[in-house]
């Protein structure tokens, strides 16, 4: 659907270097921290920046504009000029794809309560955010790449967000998404795999279910750290009461271990540790 | 290609006011003060309107988003000279009603040096989109405008140094200017359009080099 190898991109003060890939049927996030390189990956999949080396494959193709008939996109920081209101989006839409679903498009509108003849410099950011997943939902999409499209949303807007895509992801069972979010709770409820990013590389791809099942934090003391097993930690990191170590082998040590504290990893854990950890 | 045309519509409609207010002056020039400056008008206001685009497109980074649809830079570009031309288009069929009415309303009847000066009008005002086209798309709607006057100042200066030192290089400006002048009409709006036409290629080549190098 989707394979990114050995893409290259530098600044002057940041470098990427990226190998990436999705299958059909698959939700891959991207999670890292600010400027870890996120934005860098989707702006040179979608050839808005010239990347320095590399290929980037589309369904086995270069990018095209015939391509980007099958690609939504959502992009953080950018979308239609706020001059237009919906209904000027709405015939713009219908002049540029194919399979633009002009009834999905206003049934989601009417969903989400905005006006069709109001400039989008008006409206709030939540209202502004619907638009931009409303917008890569309705024309047939195989692929969606969504860079932060959850932002400014409260709960109740982002679950609506979410079942969409898994309405999305429903409706064929060949279609993918590229999303990268810093509510690591929406990704872990939708993700199948995940990769993160820090100071422009990859340092680490999982699928959800190893991430939710196999991998926990240990909490121990300094004795309790001094008699452990370390061959199955990852990261591990100081603290005021002694270590705690990032594992992929969590049943290893509750069984081995009884006697120390075991938590359930999540992604903002995972992503803390294996940045901040050594 | 289509949907940038629709998006380039559908904004000027959203400054049909301003739109209104230039027919009415149109109207004022054409009837009560020199029904000659209409084409100039018209011309410059909607070479304006299709420059402005292009702010709107860049206005609160825009750019990133419009490329993910399904168009190339080059249609991006190419469409951006279709709208300038649509817009020069209406200018002619708008100034041509204007002015005939007006001309009937005189009682004047239209001569050829009349004709001669409204084509070089128009073909004046494709010049000046060709020259504004690229400078907007290389530097902006903010810096666009210093470069747009830069660049108009450059020609102007040009201009003059080269009065000052024609009659050091034996030059003789006004018979050149005569011999310009004493030309046949047909020819000398041959020659202007062959110059607009070279003027024209040349920025669209640049245009799209332009949009083809940005980063967005």
């Known amino acids: 659907m989707l394979k990114i190898s050995n893409l290259q991109k530098k600044y002057p003060n940041f470098s990427l270097q990226c190998d990436l890939e999705i299958a059909p049927g698959e939700i891959v996030g991207l999670v890292g921290k600010n400027g870890a390189g ?84 008006d409206f709030s950011t939540g209202m502004k955010v619907k638009l931009k997943v409303i917008v890569a939902l309705s024309h047939g999409a195989k692929l969606l790449i969504l860079d932060e499209p959850t932002t400014g949303l409260d709960v109740l807007a982002r679950e609506d967000i979410l079942d969409l895509l898994r309405l999305f992801m429903m409706e064929d069972e060949n279609r993918s998404i590229l999303i990268s979010s810093h509510i690591a709770s929406d990704l872990e409820g939708l993700c199948d795999r995940l990769y993160m990013i820090d100071k422009g590389k990859i340092i680490f791809e999982e699928t959800m279910d190893t ?44 069984e081995n271990f009884p006697q120390i504290v075991i938590e359930k990893a999540n992604i903002d854990k995972v992503i803390t540790m294996m940045v901040k950890g050594e | 290609m289509k949907g940038l045309l629709v998006k380039d519509f559908r904004l000027l409609k959203g400054q049909s006011r301003f739109f209104g207010v230039i027919i009415v002056l149109a109207i004022l020039f054409a009837f009560v003060f020199e029904p000659q400056f209409l084409f100039s008008y018209i011309g410059y206001m909607l070479s304006l309107f299709t420059i402005s685009t292009i702010s709107y497109d860049e206005y609160d980074n825009g750019y990133p988003f419009l490329f993910t649809l399904p168009i190339t830079r080059k249609e991006y570009v190419l469409e951006k000279y279709l709208f300038a031309l649509v817009m020069i ?121 332009i949009m083809k190098a940005k980063e967005f």
Do not use: W
């Open chain 1, 211 to 254: 991430l939710l099942n196999d991998y926990a934090i240990l909490k121990v003391s300094e004795s309790q750290y001094a008699d452990l097993d370390k061959n199955y930690i990852l990261k591990q990191q100081h603290t005021d009461f002694g270590y705690e170590l990032l594992t992929k082998e969590k049943s290893y040590y509750l």
């Open chain 1, 38 to 121: 996120k934005t860098t990956i989707f702006k040179a999949c979608l050839g808005l920046i010239n990347k320095d080396e590399g290929d980037i494959q589309f369904f086995d193709q270069q990018l095209s504009s015939k391509l980007k008939q099958d690609i939504g996109v959502v992009l953080a920081d950018s979308s239609f000029s706020g001059y237009l209101t919906i209904k000027d989006i709405l015939a713009i839409l219908q002049s540029s794809y194919q399979q633009f679903q002009q009834t999905k498009f206003l049934e989601y509108c009417q969903r989400f309560e905005l006006p069709l003849n109001k400039k989008i410099k």
């Open chain 2, 89 to 209: 288009i209406a200018t002619v069929i708008i100034s041509l009603s204007l002015y005939s009415g007006s001309m009937i309303l005189k009682n004047v009847s239209l001569t050829s040096d009349m004709i001669y000066f409204i084509i070089a009008n128009i073909l004046t005002i494709c010049m000046l989109v060709a020259i504004m086209l690229p400078l907007q798309l290389k530097f902006g709607s903010e810096k666009g405008r210093i470069a747009i006057s830069v660049v108009i100042g450059i020609i102007i200066v040009l201009g003059i140094v080269f009065i000052k030192v024609a009659p050091k290089l034996h030059v003789d400006l006004t018979s050149l200017l005569n011999s310009i002048f004493s030309l046949n009409g047909i020819i000398l709006m041959l020659g202007i359009a062959a110059l607009a036409v070279i003027v024209i290629i040349i920025s669209m080549m640049l245009s799209i080099k």
